[in-house]
Structures are given as structure tokens and as C-alpha cells.
């Protein structure tokens, strides 16, 4: 039977994108300070095996091949002699585990702290995500109702003339998504050459950074795992159009900032 179209497109918000609430009270906490800090790595999904509201990504696992992704990405930024940090939403509770219903609240209240520090900071916000590879998982691609893929994601609601700029040159200067295609990444169809607009949490706070905010799905993380293997083997075939990412934000912020 093939599956409810209301259900498949919750799904997809479920899988791809976090849905995570604003926080009435995030006004009242002290914000953490990332002066300095020219890059935040947002990896925005919960682990595996804690406490989620469909926080947890693509197949339930989105973070055990966002992290290798983020940390061979930080140190590609490091070597371009930019300061750097990765932010995950369990390291912003004390136990760094989310085990409840509140530990969840929380950790995404101080992590949407942390992303408004980066914003005031004027730092470079970069979410590294994986797409879900299609949806519903059993269809073929002709048949799918989603496909997923690489494609660069920004919020029409919070656009500063930073993020639409960085976002148009990775997109049309830096071609990124074509780097991802050539290390054998699927593109997403119809946003082969064209950002995508897409209402999402990280994305409202951090796409008014005079530094620019975008997220990027690197590719499906299906397709990934079966042409390339494990998290870390999937790391090491998309290297090059993370190196590329890399040189390309820091020549931005050399230009505009």
C-alpha cells in the first residue's frame, strides 16, 4: 500500500530537517561567547540511542556520519587558519547525554543560545546535514515521492545580505554541488543549480550572521553508505568538496568581512 501523502511529507520534515521549537525564555539565559570563533559547525540532530523527537535525522543515525563529516571539515577550515567549533546539542547539558524529555528542551534551548552567539559574533554558521535517500524507503526513485540529495538550503525568513551571498558562491562561483556530484554524491533533483528555500530552526537564528549561514546536505546518506561504506569511508570520498568548502568560506570572509 503505498503510503499517505500527509504521512510522507512528515516524515521528510522529520528525517531531513530537525524540528525544533523556539524557545519563549531563551531571553532570560546568559548566552555562551564565541567571540573570535569565524566558524560554528552546526550538527543539529540528537545522537543515536538518546532521547529524540524526531530530532535523530535520516534513518535514525544522521549524526554517526555528520560528526566524522564536521570534524574532517573543522580541521580543513583550521588549516585555512580559521578559528573553529562544532556545535552538538548534547554537549550543552553537563551529563553531554539526552536521557528525557527535558534533558531535550534544554539542550536545544542552550543550543539555540549557542547559534545566537555565533550569530552576534558574526561567525560563519555552516550546517552539515545528510538527506534521506528517498521517501517512501521502499519505492524506486521513479517512483518516489521525495528524492533526496546534495543541495545548499537557506530560510527566506532570515536572509542577511552575508548568507545570500555566501550561499549563491559556493552555489555558482565555488560549484560545490558539482564537486559533491563528481566524488559521487546524487544531487537533489531540481535544485541541481538553485538554492532551495526551506524553513528551518538553525537556519531562522543563524541566516541573519553578518558572517552568512547556510546548510548543506552532502548527499543522500544511503546512497553514500552503499557507494562508499561506513560514516568514515563516506568522509574520506567526499574530502575533496569538503577541502573545496573549506578554502571557499575562508576566501569569503577574507573578501566581505
Same mark, same amino acid.
Given at each position: 500500500?503505498?503510503?499517505?501523502?500527509?504521512?510522507?511529507?512528515?516524515?521528510?520534515?522529520?528525517?531531513?530537517?530537525?524540528?525544533?521549537?523556539?524557545?519563549? @525564555?531563551?531571553?532570560?539565559?546568559?548566552?555562551?561567547?564565541?567571540? %573570535?570563533?569565524?566558524?560554528?559547525?552546526?550538527?543539529?540532530?540528537?545522537?543515536?540511542?538518546?532521547?529524540?523527537?524526531?530530532? @535523530?535525522?535520516?534513518?535514525?543515525?544522521?549524526?554517526? /556520519?555528520?560528526?566524522?563529516?564536521?570534524?574532517?571539515?573543522?580541521?580543513?577550515?583550521?588549516?585555512? %587558519?580559521?578559528?573553529?567549533?562544532?556545535?552538538?546539542?548534547?554537549?550543552?547539558?553537563?551529563?553531554?547525554?539526552?536521557?528525557?524529555?527535558? !534533558? *531535550?528542551?534544554?539542550? /536545544?534551548?542552550? /543550543?539555540?543560545?549557542?547559534?545566537?552567539?555565533?550569530?552576534?559574533?558574526?561567525?560563519?554558521?555552516?550546517?552539515?546535514? *545528510? !538527506?534521506?535517500?528517498?521517501?517512501?524507503?521502499?519505492?524506486?526513485?521513479?517512483?518516489?515521492?521525495?528524492? %533526496?540529495?546534495?543541495?545548499?538550503?537557506?530560510?527566506?525568513? #532570515?536572509? #542577511?545580505? #552575508?548568507?545570500?551571498?555566501?550561499?549563491?558562491?559556493?552555489?555558482?562561483? !565555488?560549484?560545490?554541488?558539482?564537486?559533491?556530484?563528481?566524488?559521487?554524491?546524487?544531487?537533489?533533483?531540481? /535544485?541541481?543549480?538553485?538554492?532551495?528555500?526551506?524553513?528551518?530552526?538553525?537556519?531562522?537564528?543563524?541566516?541573519?550572521?553578518?558572517?552568512?549561514? *547556510?546548510?548543506?546536505?552532502?548527499?543522500?546518506?544511503?546512497?553514500?553508505?552503499?557507494?562508499? %561504506? @561506513?560514516?568514515?569511508?563516506v568522509t574520506r570520498a567526499l574530502g575533496p568538496a569538503l577541502d573545496q568548502l573549506a578554502e571557499a568560506i575562508a576566501r569569503f570572509r577574507s573578501a566581505q568581512l
Open positions: 500500500m503505498r503510503t499517505p501523502l500527509p504521512l510522507i511529507l512528515s516524515t521528510l520534515c522529520a528525517v531531513c530537517l530537525p524540528l525544533l521549537a523556539d524557545h519563549v @525564555n531563551a531571553a532570560e539565559r546568559s548566552q555562551p561567547e564565541l567571540d %573570535g570563533v569565524a566558524v560554528l559547525i552546526a550538527t543539529d540532530h540528537t545522537r543515536p540511542g538518546e532521547y529524540s523527537e524526531a530530532s @535523530n535525522g535520516a534513518e535514525g543515525r544522521e549524526r554517526d /556520519y555528520i560528526d566524522p563529516a564536521a570534524d574532517y571539515l573543522a580541521g580543513a577550515l583550521r588549516a585555512q %587558519g580559521l578559528t573553529v567549533e562544532i556545535a552538538r546539542v548534547e554537549e550543552q547539558l553537563p551529563t553531554a547525554r539526552i536521557a528525557n524529555k527535558l !534533558d *531535550f528542551d534544554n539542550a /536545544y534551548a542552550a /543550543y539555540d543560545d549557542l547559534l545566537r552567539s555565533a550569530v552576534h559574533a558574526g561567525s560563519t554558521i555552516v550546517a552539515l546535514h *545528510f !538527506d534521506a535517500d528517498r521517501l517512501p524507503p521502499e519505492a524506486s526513485l521513479a517512483d518516489a515521492e521525495y528524492v %533526496g540529495g546534495a543541495q545548499i538550503i537557506v530560510d527566506d525568513r #532570515s536572509l #542577511s545580505a #552575508s548568507t545570500k551571498a555566501l550561499a549563491t558562491q559556493l552555489l555558482e562561483q !565555488d560549484k560545490i554541488l558539482q564537486t559533491l556530484a563528481r566524488q559521487g554524491a546524487r544531487l537533489r533533483p531540481d /535544485y541541481t543549480d538553485k538554492l532551495r528555500m526551506q524553513k528551518n530552526q538553525t537556519l531562522h537564528i543563524a541566516g541573519k550572521s553578518s558572517g552568512g549561514a *547556510f546548510l548543506l546536505e552532502l548527499a543522500p546518506q544511503q546512497q553514500a553508505r552503499e557507494q562508499f %561504506g @561506513n560514516p568514515q569511508q
